[in-house]
């Protein structure tokens, strides 16, 4: 089952702080976030396991709440390379130690001067 | 090192029309994935393997069959095109699905419109 982005857009300026949430119905192994410029591949940021390990990008954060099967992304000073659609994945277990990755339909985020 | 490339990178169909995409990544990853992506709806997977010789159905396989004969090859078969089809196609790797602990690597895409 997809999960929720929210919000669908948003539009900062240089140095503003932003931040995108991802939520699921079902629990969750796992959530990734990628970064998708216009025209391009899909990135790698972060990702978020049960029970607390990170992995991922120094200068990004993000917060997983393993209870309500949530997770935010925090943006802050934002700059104009940040601007691309940001997508979650959630990873849920689909059997013979194998899981899927179900992605949201995607936040994009525009940064101007 | 490549990392993962597809081919080809752009294609026009006839409906009705057959094609193969090919993947390859050169990470030795055990795992990798294909997705479409249109306006609005992210990423959806159509079929994954997870090994040499594996492969398995993901959110919308219908109308897509894949192969994976070598470790490093994954092909996704479009038998008989439909507009509906009409979509970017990524290929992914990984080097294994531990819980969906390791982060996914994407190739530049496929765009794929069919008439």
């Known amino acids: 089952q997809q999960p929720v982005q929210s919000p669908q857009a948003v539009i900062l300026r240089e140095g503003e702080d932003a931040v995108i949430n991802c939520s699921s119905s079902?629990?969750?192994?796992?959530v990734h976030w990628y970064r998708q410029k216009h025209g391009e591949a899909p990135v790698f940021l972060m990702i978020l396991l049960k029970g607390g390990e990170q992995k991922g990008h120094d200068k990004i954060s993000a917060s997983f709440n393993e209870k309500k099967q949530q997770s935010s992304l925090y943006l802050t000073a934002s700059q104009l390379s940040y601007s691309g659609t940001y997508f979650c994945?959630?990873?849920?277990?689909?059997?013979?130690?194998?899981?899927?990755?179900?992605f949201g339909k995607g936040t994009k985020l525009s940064v101007i001067p | 090192n490549a990392g993962v490339t597809q081919t080809p990178k752009f294609r026009v169909l006839k409906t009705g029309q057959s094609m193969t995409l090919l993947c390859a990544q050169d990470m030795n990853h055990e795992y990798m994935y294909w997705y479409r992506q249109d306006p609005g709806m992210g990423l959806r997977l159509i079929h994954y393997?997870?090994?040499?010789?594996?492969?398995a159905k993901g959110e919308v396989p219908d109308g897509y069959n894949v192969s994976r004969l070598k470790k490093q090859n994954f092909l996704l078969g479009l038998e008989s095109a439909a507009p509906s089809q009409t979509s970017v196609y990524f290929c992914?790797?990984?080097?294994?699905?531990?819980?969906?602990?390791?982060?996914?690597?994407f190739g530049p895409g496929t765009r794929l419109t069919v008439l």
């Open positions: 079902k629990a969750l192994y796992s």
């Open positions: 992914a790797s990984e080097l294994r699905g531990l819980a969906g602990g390791n982060e996914q690597f």
């Open positions: 994945g959630t990873a849920l277990y689909s059997g013979a130690g194998s899981y899927q990755l179900t």
């Open positions: 393997s997870v090994g040499e010789g594996t492969t």
